[in-house]
């Protein structure tokens, strides 16, 4: 008989996210009378509409499909020309980072593109992972044998855990032992932390001298305010030697129900054989899009393309500050119940600690059952993320203005039962 793939049997639990959706809908199956009053502040799903460049975009590549002249099939497996030149001028040489178009490689999310990049990564390399950090980068790794089992308390064994703590500033130090493959998550999902020069600089020194490869998620560079800050690994000299970059437009241009991202796959990068070749990854990346991959759709591309347009780039800034500002009325709102708040300021998330007494799944029940309000429990980040939540700024104004008023009244309210 056919078999399966035990390593997806050695996965802890449920992904963090459906369980947390599990958990309010037995909460709203329960509670009948107060289901319509959740907000949920968890996932980090936008809601704003479109920037309108990108939409009408997409009316006019929609059209052309409907026109015989005008038509357009499958697309290259790695993006449209135009698109790519559009993304490595705005995103990179504009910035002074040497990114040449055939270096972008469109998809439908970086999400999917941490996942495809291990089939081109060999078995047995050593995994680092930070910690809390999004939870993708372990359950993959996971899923293609690259770890143990499961540790009590959270976890696998054989996975190097780089700790990200209120003490070191969320940024991690060094491995103390060589590893192979390095996932850095800047601005950080879900601290909200910006690695800064000094850190990205100690980095991609340690990754050139032990040759390892960085996986540089950027997912939420667009966030970034503070001019100081590196919106790419790329800033850094000799980051094309040892690192690849994985971007979205999920939140930048609202595109998490449209789908596209990025990977930029530098051609200076080299990996080796088991019997010391050294082989081009560029190649290798480029042949798995054109075997597994029939490309983004022609109108998303379009769409995306749009988004560097002046007009679409007013826009994204405009989405952006939005969600930035919902961040910066939950983090005030959460300093006034007398929690301390990291992130918001460059990110989209509040990463907040728990209420004294309370973990952090109890925290999101408290949340829950008290205030209707779904968070994120930081433990689903991993073990470091214990005692904290996660409170997502993607959500409408209204919504957050009525989660700042609830988490008053719920902190009136305890302050009341402790008097």
Known sequence: MFRVNEHFLKLSAGYLFPEIARRVALFAAENPSVASRIIRCGIGDVTEPLPSAAADAMRKAIDDL?????????????????????????????????????????????KPDASAILEILGSGNRIAITDPVYPVYADTNVMAGNSGVALEGGGYEGFTYLACTPANGFSPALPTSPVDVIYLCSPNNPTGAVLDRTALTRWVAYAREHKSVILFDAAYEAFIRDPDLPH??????????????????????GFTGVRCGYTVMPKDLYATTSTGARIGLHALWMRRWATCSNGVSWPVQCATAAL?????????????????????LLADACESMGLTTYGAKN???VWMTCPTGLGSWDAFDLLLREAQVVTTPG?????????????????????????????????????????
Request: net charge positive.
């Open 66 to 110: 409907t026109t015989r002249e005008r038509f357009r099939g499958y697309p290259p497996p790695s993006g449209y020309d135009f698109v790519r030149a559009a993304v490595a001028e705005g995103d990179f040489r504009s910035r002074g980072c040497s990114v040449a178009d055939d270096e972008i490689f469109l998809s439908d999310g970086s």
């Open 347 to 349: 990110s989209p998330y």
């Open 232 to 253: 790419s690994i790329y800033e850094i000299e000799g980051a094309r030697s040892c690192a690849i970059e994985f971007r979205s437009f999920s939140k930048v241009g």
């Open 379 to 419: 433990a689903g980040f991993g073990r470091c993320g214990e005692g904290f939540i996660r409170i997502s700024a993607f959500n409408s104004r209204a919504n957050v203005e009525e989660v700042v008023k609830r988490l008053s009244v719920l902190t009136a309210r305890h302050s009341s039962r402790a008097s």
């Open 308 to 328: 560097y347009s002046p007009a679409g780039r007013a826009q994204t800034r405009a989405l952006t500050d939005f969600y930035l500002d919902n961040a910066a």
